[in-house]
Nanobody, 126 residues
Framework: QVPLVESGGRSVQAGGSLRLSCTASGYTFTDYCMAWERQTSGKERETVAHIGSDGQTSYLDSVKGRFTITKDNADNYVYLQMDSVKPDDTGMYYC????????????????????WGQGTQVTVSS
């Protein structure tokens, strides 16, 4: 288990921006694939953004073009830049980590997440 700690959640008006941060002391994020997940009222938890050990990213369709996930391996941080936020983005955001592995052909791959932080609340008002 990686002791992930999120920060940066707050109340923001629709159309605004904020940046979420995630870190873990004693662990090197180069060994992990990282993701941001969110839990909104009445919905199942969903993966908002994911970044592999090779830096490849993927996004939930509803946030493409508005959210950006980045990983700073030197300082051991993962960020979620959230721009043009909407009320539907309201929720608890969790940082998640899964071990990075290599397939027999050398292709980087990600194991399912096994560690999550406590979450940081984002509230978007219209």
């Amino acid at each position: 288990q990686v002791p992930l700690v999120e920060s940066g959640g707050r109340s923001v008006q629709a159309g605004g921006s904020l940046r979420l941060s995630c870190t873990a002391s004693g662990y090197t994020f180069t060994d992990y694939c990282m993701a941001w997940e969110r839990q909104t009222s009445g919905k199942e938890r969903e993966t908002v953004a994911h970044i592999g050990s090779d830096g490849q990213t993927s996004y939930l369709d509803s946030v493409k073009g508005r959210f950006t996930i980045t990983k700073d391996n030197a300082d051991n941080y993962v960020y979620l830049q959230m721009d043009s936020v909407k009320p539907d983005d309201t929720g608890m955001y969790y940082c998640a980590a899964g071990r990075a592995v290599q397939a027999p052909d050398g292709t980087p791959n990600c194991l399912p997440a096994t560690s999550w932080g406590q979450g940081t609340q984002v509230t978007v008002s219209s």
